[in-house]
């Protein structure tokens, strides 16, 4: 396959969103950051919420309009919808549809909604996909440093011209400082989901837990296993992120190299990845989406007990009192970070 295309600030035309109302429905983790960053960029941006909303004052006070969505939907040329992936349809069907007209744009930062048909937009509407990859909360931190987070865009319906609304809007949160790849709901979704899956939530969690256990079974202190399979993961993680797994190998020590390169492949096995090939078919299938649909629809029950379950693992209670002992260690309190990101 070809190398992608990246495209860079000088692709991006900001004056199509120039004299346009963007709305950003949800003030959450993604929804602060593009609101704050395309506000920062000299776009006009109005927030749409529910009347009951924890975030209206947070984004009153951030120097938004806020207003009822399907007010917000009416006054807008560019609808963002950064409400949760499993409220999404519901939220269309109540206040956007009714209040969608010829031309506008919707614009989504993940592509389940629309891959899976959750949402079915007319024919004359744009949808557009501007999909940061790192948390919202990121995305707003770097935009105030002057750098960026880099980002995907994908056109569903509309063309060119939405190709253009996706870039200027990727340009105005900052992506563009890092770079914008195309690519298609379908590829975004399958290839999101399963990368938090296999890998960076799913797969990393797994190990972490895995490794500690067996030090903590095998007589170890605590301490010694988070600091060896969890607090250090963030170091070499850096180093791979900097310069890639090579990179990373070339500044570890040649014990560490031979027993990386020897018994790494005998933790992920064949019998891994065949394991990691049955979750992308149920990705590919829609199996994992139903299910999950299923799973919100019948309020959540399995979803909070394993969440809760991992709370109580013992390296949580570990690794806390271990952080408190670091200064170096950021302590962010991540569910109040929208108010910590807001000046500039
Ligand atoms: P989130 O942090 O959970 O925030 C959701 C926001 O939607 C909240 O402000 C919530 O209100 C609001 N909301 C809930 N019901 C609503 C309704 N009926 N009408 C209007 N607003 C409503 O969500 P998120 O994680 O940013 O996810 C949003 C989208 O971004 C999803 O498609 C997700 O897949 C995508 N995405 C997220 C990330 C990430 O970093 N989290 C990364 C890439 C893509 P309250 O404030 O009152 O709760």
Redesign the pocket.
């Known amino acids: 396959m070809p190398a992608a295309r990246v495209y860079t600030k000088k692709d991006a035309k900001p004056a199509v969103l120039k004299n346009k109302t963007l709305a950003v429905?949800?003030?959450?983790?993604?929804?602060h950051a593009h609101a704050l960053n395309l506000k920062d960029s000299g776009y006009k941006v109005i927030v749409?919420?529910?009347p009951k909303?924890?975030?209206i004052e947070v984004a009153k006070k951030q120097g938004f309009e806020v207003m009822p969505?399907a007010e917000a939907v009416k006054k807008a040329d560019v609808i963002m919808i950064?409400?949760?992936?499993m409220?999404q349809a519901a939220?269309y069907k109540q206040d956007i549809e009714p209040n969608l007209s010829k031309g506008k744009t919707l614009l989504?930062?993940?592509g389940?909604s629309i891959n899976a048909g959750f949402i079915k937009p007319p024919a004359d509407v744009n949808i557009v996909m501007v999909?940061?990859k790192g948390?919202?909360h990121i995305v707003r931190s770097q935009f105030c440093e002057g750098k960026g987070v880099p980002a995907l865009i994908a056109v569903q319906q509309g063309g060119p011209k939405a190709k253009a609304i996706a870039l200027a809007w990727a340009d105005g949160i900052g992506a563009t400082r890092a770079g914008v790849i195309e690519t298609t709901f379908k590829e975004e979704t399958e290839t999101d989901l399963f990368g938090e899956q296999a890998v960076l939530c799913g797969g990393v969690s797994a190990l972490i837990q895995a490794g500690f256990e067996t030090l903590v079974e095998a007589g170890y202190k605590p301490e010694m296993a988070y600091f060896e399979c969890c607090h250090e993961l963030k170091l070499i993680v850096d180093l791979i992120n900097e310069s890639g797994i090579s990179g990373m190998r070339f500044s570890i020590s040649e014990t560490a190299k031979y027993g990386d390169v020897t018994r790494g492949p005998r933790v992920v096995t064949k019998e891994t990845k065949k394991n990691m090939k049955k979750i992308l078919s149920e990705i590919q299938s829609g199996k994992f989406t139903k299910e999950w649909k299923k799973e919100y629809d019948n309020g959540l029950k399995n979803y909070k007990k394993l969440l809760a379950d991992g709370e109580k693992h013992q390296i949580e209670k570990v690794g806390q009192r271990l952080r408190s002992l670091m200064p170096w260690v950021a302590k962010k309190n991540i569910k109040g970070a929208q108010a910590a990101y807001s000046a500039k």
Not at 25 to 31: A, E, K, R, T
Not at 82 to 85: F, V
């Open positions: 429905i949800g003030y959450g983790s993604q929804g749409g919420l529910y909303s924890k975030s969505t950064a409400a949760p992936d409220k939220i989504f930062t993940h389940m999909a940061p948390p919202g």
